[in-house]
């Protein structure tokens, strides 16, 4: 039972770290003069990928996500776990993404390389995070 209370304490350590980091995020989108709607889609889909990074071991914060994180998120998380996982919600997400590790990297909370590699890795795998998402629309197995 121990095992499982660290666990659960140590969730609530990282997501209580990335509140402030997300509020600061939708910040800076509400001073880019995004719509609401678009906000709010952003820092929805990185919250989402908080609940990736504490889902396995090794449990992260979103100033230790890389592009390794994203390509897993993208390729088999994120397909597999959204009821709503749509070729339209991945492109949301590459372009939140996009908007997310840049401002991280402007704000010295990341690496300029980690940046670089994330960016990289939406550009090249792309249409692969495309077809991922599509193979689970066309499983009608699945449900």
Do not use: C
């Amino acid at each position: 039972m121990s095992d499982v209370f660290d666990y659960d304490k140590q969730v609530a350590k990282i997501k209580a770290y990335n509140q402030p980091i997300l509020q600061s995020f939708r910040d800076e989108l509400a001073s880019s003069g995004l719509a609401e709607k678009t906000i709010r889609s952003h820092v929805e889909n990185i919250a989402f990928f908080v609940e990736y990074q504490v889902s396995y071991d090794p449990l992260e914060r979103l100033d230790e996500a890389d592009g390794g994180d994203v390509r897993m998120f993208l390729m088999d998380w994120f397909p597999r776990k959204a009821m709503w996982a749509s070729i339209s919600s991945v492109k949301s997400y590459l372009a939140s993404f996009k908007k997310f590790f840049k401002w991280m990297g402007d704000t010295d909370r990341i690496s300029s390389d980690t940046v670089a590699d994330v960016l990289a890795i939406l550009k090249e795998d792309r249409e692969d995070f495309l077809a991922a998402v599509s193979d689970y629309e066309d499983d009608d197995d699945m449900w």
